[in-house]
């Protein structure tokens, strides 16, 4: 059995003002591109399908057009699991009449225990199970409610859960017994893997490290294919795995290579896992260096409508630095400038520069005039500014 393992498409989502959603249109693309030459058994995604609870309308036509590609035009299935930043009561609205026409999405607890069963090969089944994003609270609260009125709670009912390691704990605990010894096992979740890379553009799960879940949980799965971490990576065992978001969502993934992974089953379970690349229309980069150079090197940048994060090293005042630089980089989203912070104290409450009011003016007045400031007018401008110091 082959199947693609993807997660954190975060449609809707916008960065430094700039909707995603047409670069995200396209990355999409790509990937039904690839399944309809590549055919697979399934496509599995792993939370946060949206970038929030309420996605913007485009986002939610975006992913109906793409299943509906998936589903009806390949006949493949495709199974999700809500994230964490994704609403699982709206995510899952119609899911039981859905099912039919391929499209599985678990967005509860009751129906994380019925499996997706698929049977593609001589090999026999593969079960899917899939675990919606959860926390404690909500575990804890489902543990309650479902097994306080039993005479004979389960184990897992009666350990304590206040962290979400405790939760998956609990949830792998209740999903063991439903296994079948002749079927390959596979787990989706959305979670942070102790020891895992994370990235800027994740929204933390929780408070004081009670985010990380122990790989120990999973081990005895065929495969886990997970969602939350935006890099792809394995965690404890090669089966174990993130395949990361499909394109860049924050300056710090600048070097990550966005894509979804290929897994392939056999009767002993997996197989191999492929990366297969995705690219979006725009890269994300950090420039560095001083305004002149940049300039210079964007006149025969290829890549010049990346979206950039551009670090100035100048030492001195420059007059428009965003506006010179939109003029060869069109998509800086943000300028940072940490040369002018040198001789700045760290507290911003005692900051002082080190550099004088007439030093600062003088940059201005080359900046906006392109010449020196003459003697005279540095005399002037130095009696008004001491002038005004004594007010």
Known sequence: MKFLHTSDWHLGRQFH??????????????????????????????????????????????????????????????????????????????????????????????????????????????????????????????????????????????????????????LVGLITPHLNSSQRHVLISHCFVDGAISSESERPLSIGGSECVSHEHFVHFDYVALGHLHQPQYKGEAHIRYSGSLMKYSFSEQHHKKGMTLVELDRNGLVATTHIPLQAPHEMRIIKGELEAILAAGKTDPCAHDYLLVRLTDQHAILNPMEKLRTVYPNVLHLEKPGMLVGVEQSMAQATLSRSEVDMFRDFFKEAQGNELTQAQESAVSAIIKQLSQQ
Request: glycine residues 6%; proline residues 6%.
């Open 17 to 170: 003002n700039v909707s995603l959603i047409d670069d995200q249109r396209v990355v999409l693309d790509q990937m039904v591109e690839y399944m309809a030459h590549h055919p697979v058994d399934a496509l599995v995604i792993a939370g946060d399908i949206y970038d929030r609870s309420v996605p913007p309308t485009a986002a939610i036509e975006l992913l109906n057009e793409t299943l509906n590609r998936v589903c009806q035009e390949l006949n493949t299935p495709v199974i999700l699991i809500p994230g964490n930043h994704d609403g699982a009561q709206r995510l899952g609205f119609g899911s039981a009449h859905m099912k039919g026409a391929g499209l599985h999405i678990i967005s509860d607890f009751q129906q994380m225990l019925e499996p997706v069963v698929l049977c593609s090969d001589q090999a026999g089944e593969v079960a899917f199970y899939g675990m919606p994003f959860n926390d404690p609270e909500t575990v804890r609260h489902y543990f309650n409610h479902t097994f306080q009125q039993q005479d004979e709670a389960t184990p897992e009912a009666q350990k304590p859960i206040a962290t979400h390691d405790d939760a998956h704990a609990a």
